[in-house]
Nanobody
Framework: QVQLVESGGGLVQAGGSLRLSCAAS????????MAWYRQAPGKQRELVAA???????NYADSIKGRFTISREDAKNTVSLQMDYLKPEDTAVYYC?????????????WGQGTQVTVSS
């Protein structure tokens, strides 16, 4: 089993910054993707940023140049630095890790952390 615990959400004014962190524990395969998704009220969950082991980052167009994803494999953590926040960034942000192994897809989610950006 894998557990993901997010922290760092909160309320911030437009133009401000927040840093989200996620700690993963359990039976995590060493070759994996760690990612952040978000879901705003009435909308589908969407990918914000993803970073595969030894790979390159993938960012949603809406946050390019403002958000930065990073990971520290020795600690099984992933972070999302969010700068120049906009009201439309308001959502519940979810940490995710996933990998393929022996023909099976493993996909795990955190409980989510609320980010609210006021105008």
């Amino acid at each position: 089993q894998v557990q993901l615990v997010e922290s760092g959400g909160g309320l911030v004014q437009a133009g401000g910054s927040l840093r989200l962190s996620c700690a993963a524990s359990g039976n995590i395969f060493s070759v994996n993707t760690m990612a952040w998704y978000r879901q705003a009220p009435g909308k589908q969950r969407e990918l914000v940023a993803a970073l595969p082991s030894g790979g390159t980052t993938n960012y949603a167009d809406s946050i390019k140049g403002r958000f930065t994803i990073s990971r520290e494999d020795a600690k099984n953590t992933v972070s999302l630095q969010m700068d120049y926040l906009k009201p439309e960034d308001t959502a519940v942000y979810y940490c995710n890790t996933n990998w393929w192994r022996l023909g099976r897809f493993y996909n795990y989610w955190g409980q989510g952390t609320q980010v609210t950006v006021s105008s």
